[in-house]
């Protein structure tokens, strides 16, 4: 549950070429060789740009502080239905009868 | 080496809410049964573009819960996001709660065997259900599975979490804690509290500490679909972990699927990297400012909880360990009895109709205490007939059987059975009638071959009868019902 | 005057008033788009048969006395993340270039029950991901003032859409600039109101936490007109406030900026900015001045400079998640694969471009396990010390007046492989996002190169009503904008579609 707090090595580390194909497998996206080394500098470039933020003090800064309390909007539990379904199904890439089908699930979460 | 090996056991309970709709869109909740894909919506199919709004009611089942468990209301409470890839989530993100639940701290007395364990409780959070897949193989199991397919009607189902410290000592308390906390959301009508049918669902971590001070890792046991399946899990891990401990190995930990019908954990897919949720507040979420009013008025209507009204039971009523259980799996079968109670029935008395009479009627008939016809005052009149004397407790059922089947209050039912206030039933008497008949075959075969031109003998069996009802008969009655009976026509 | 250089008001007046037809609007409007979008590739789809199937039902209502609405017969362009139920929906990229939505965004549905016609889809940067429209998957788009010219991004094709004349009124989306940027540099008027000012549901969500949709137009009453039909609460976004909105053309009643306090901020100085461009913004100042307000010198040290940084992580992280969903399991495109995992990857691969690829690993960078207190936690406490300095700063003016960009319209190509360069184009607009307040782009007349200028004005959260005053008063000086000339251009085409 606890993240490691790394915020100082964290902070003056640059991305290396394997954390780019980690990232990059972490959300799915296929990334060519070839556009590893572009990436890199990008996410490098961003990081620096975001290194001067430390000369900023945000010691006691809440970052999710509530001060502006708006009224909490709910919704009440009264069922509606959607008869469009035939319309969401219809853009399935890969329908099967009523379902969304997908290929065989190998090495995936849970 | 020998040493002792204590458990160490942790439950996650996931129960599903009975409201109408799902947690952040209107589609409603009755997904079981109902055709693939059809309780569906863009918000819970995660289209493009789509926001969630929470519901109002699935809000207040988990405050209520949480207040019912003593746990601390977080103000400002806030959804996260719990960020992974899988074909049953539609916005490869699950809505939950991260650091800011909606309850915290809290505890649940467990009882097992006259002995009182408290199991501190750690959390209480709301989340989104997932899909459904179905993999396409002989035995709909993943693993070589050709392709799969996604329903989508479960997802965005609301589900209430409730983690506990690992507090637990042994399969028999894991067991009996998810069986009081399945009373209490039950009691507080937030859930069905089913395990097989899935709106209970339990994860277990478990693991074993020697008393040499070496410690087992966790290992967290999925797929146990009743109460049973539960204690026999963990019963297996138990001997398992300690066998791999005293070989000197250590416990992998990992998660491992219960096989109900092997009795066995497997262990499931090991994963080379844990997964990285990469949780983060989710932005189309305010967090939820309670007024104080609401939590206090909500905590002072909760009705009375499992742990209270079997206190009541046992030592206000006397009611024995047998009776309090019926009652606490049923809060309306409970609340009939109070009510029977508060009519001035005696509880034994009470308590027994209910667990004979009341409970044979639902069995038959089904519908469960909801659908009950029989008020619970009408009943009572009927108990305190039997009480006084007036009424046996054959002609009793009697009453009671046309009260149910015909809906009758308990005058109109006596009535209908023809007897008045204090009176036996027509059928408790002709067996009366038909004992003295047999006790004085004689007199009967007297008065069959004409031998009763006064009416003298068949008063004498009259009186017979009269004295065997103890008066619970009408005089009138019992002489056309033995001529009707001598003359053959009963 | 032709009809399709009337402004949406004057439109609206005359269908009222029974001098024009709904079909005759429409039409004109059409005819312009027919002739012109091949050069200019505003739109990626024009839904010609469903406009005039419209106009002509409009009409008919009009003519057994319904009552016509706010926006009645007035052409309309949204930009194309924007759901519109039965026509494609493609967020400017492969991954939903077939897309058809089952449902209208709530703006849409806002936009028809005030009888606006919808002429068409807008290009965009992908996924709302740029600042020039360079990173559409299906072609340029062309600034109608210099077709060698980027129109700025993301919404590109809605500022082009109204600065050609197509249509009086666009919508775009706003996260960082989107809409005040390209309003820039195609000489148009562009508003974000305040988040949470209008409805976010059916705006297929960039960073959730910043986008705001708002219009483009070429009188500042079309943008009060445009606020008015839009700004309303929804039950379907809970970050939508409840509160009741104003009227916003009543706004068009100032005529005067006496009382008013007018911020300028000193930080700017440091940035190289163009000299026209400073110099119409020290003529803006004035002419405040001459209405009536007080110019008060206000300082921004921590906004100016530390909000490009902090944006370029919040934003990336929050786009990380809410494009996780594009997996070709349920709609979009999908890339064949035997497993699971070979779909996911190659239908992402092949659906994202360069630079939405490049955000989504920096988003997800900055939330993975051990760099998210280091990012992600530090961006956010930052963007709460900016908007605590705007509030500060607030306390003591009503409006801030700043430049929108930095520079004029870069030429195609020039910015496009150096995406740190192209994200600086937006050093003053994406604080704005940040605070959630409501900004305002201005044009304020024309370069001696011919190229749009402009100005940007920043209000208080909630307060469009005054920030719409100053802007029309200055309007009322500077003159509207004009539309522009398509019929001298001979430079190269723009919209060369793959």
Redesign the interface.
Known sequence: MFRTTQSEEALCMTVSEDEVRRVAA?I?LEVHEEEIPSFQRHFNDILTQFHSLERLDVTGVDP?A?DE??K???????????NL?DE??DAAPVR??????????L???? | MTCSYTPVIGLEIHVQLA???KLFC???TGYIGA????N???VC???????????????EFTLRTALALGCSVQR?T?FH?K?????DL????QISQYDLPLGLGGSLDVRTDGDVHRIRITRVHMEEDAGK???ACGDGR?SG????????NRAGIPLMEIVSEPDIRTPREAREYVAELRRLVRCLDVSDGDMESGSLRVDANISVKCSDGRWGSKVEIKNMNSLRALERALDFEIVRQTAVLEKGETVFQETRHWDDVSGHTRSS?S?EEA??Y????D????????EESWVTSIAATLPELPWMRRERYASTFGLSGDDVGVFLEDRCLAEYFDALVGAGVTPSRAANWIRTEVLRVLNEVGGGMVAFPVAAAELASLLAAVERRELSVTAAREVFDAMHKEHLSFEKASRRCGIASGNLGENALKDLLRSVLEENADVVEEIRSGGDVKGKKIRFLQGLVMRKARGQANPESVLQLLEDMLRGEQ | MELWQLPAWRITEAVVRGELSVSEVVETHLARLRTHNPEIFALLTVTEKEALRRAAELDERHARGEEPGLLAGVPVVLKD???TRGVR?T?GSRM?EN?I???D?SVVTSLEAAGAVILGKANMDEFAMGSSTEHSAFGFTANPWDLSRVPGGSSGGSAAAVAAGFAPLALGSDTGGSIRQPAAFCGVHGLKPTYGLVS??????F???LDQIGPFARDVGDLALALDAIAAPD?????CGTEPRPRYLDAMMTDSLRGRRIGLVKEFSGFDVDPELRNTLVHAARVCQDAGAELVDISLPVTIGFGLACYYILAP??A??NL??Y?G???GLRAEGDT?LEQ?FRTRGAGFGKEVKRRILTG?YV???GY?DAY?LTAQKVRRRIVQEFAQVFSGVDAILLPTSPCLPFRRGELVDDPIRMYLTDVFTLPVNLAGLPGLSLCTGYAKNGLPLSVQLVGKAWSEQQLLGTAAVLESRFGTPRIAPLETKTHFKGGERL
């Not at chain 3, 039950?235 to 970050?239: E, L, N």
């Open positions: 972490l799915r999710f509530m309390v708006r909490t909007l709910l919704r009440d539990d009264i069922p509606g239905t959607w379904r969401a199904l099967e009868g009523d379902f969304f089908r997908v290929p065989r699930i090495g995936e979460a849970e | 409201t109408a709709t209107a589609c409603p055709v693939p894909n059809s569906v919506c863009p199919l995660g289209l493009p573009g789509t926001l969630p709004v929470p519901n109002a009611r699935a809000v400002g806030r996001r960020n992974y890839f899988y074909p539609p916005k490869a993100y897949l179905v993999h993943l599975a050709d392709h799969s397919l996604a329903d989508y897919r994963k997964h990285d990469r949780y983060f507040p932005p189309d979420l305010p967090p939820l400012f309670f | 993340n924007m759901c929906t967020c939903l897309w939505p089952p449902y965004a976010r549901y059916g705006l297929v969500a960073a959730s936490s039950p379907k976004d809970a970050t992280a929050e990380s998640s996780a969903r997996d399991v349920r709609y699971l996911y997800t939330l993975s396990s998210y992600y």
